[in-house]
């Protein structure tokens, strides 16, 4: 499966529409649930717009799974 970002895209300060699912890929998500793997979450941006473009893709549901997440704040 192709999942591609754009680099331009998320270096413009936006994740909206970084992402997308090769239109070849796409049957094979549909109805299908995912696990996106992420090595560290900080504010959510990037990982909600990458499950933005899987479920507009045709994926049932997207779960994102992450190794660390930075502090909610200021200590």
Known sequence: MTFASSVAGSAQGGTRDAFWV??????????????????????????????????RAGAASVEVWVVARTPLGDP
């Not at 696990?35 to 979450?41: E, I, N, P, R, S």
């Open 22 to 55: 090769a239109p070849r890929d796409r049957a094979g998500l549909q109805d299908q649930r995912v696990a996106l793997v992420d090595d560290v979450l900080t504010t959510g941006a990037t990982a909600h717009a990458a499950a933005l473009a899987l479920v």
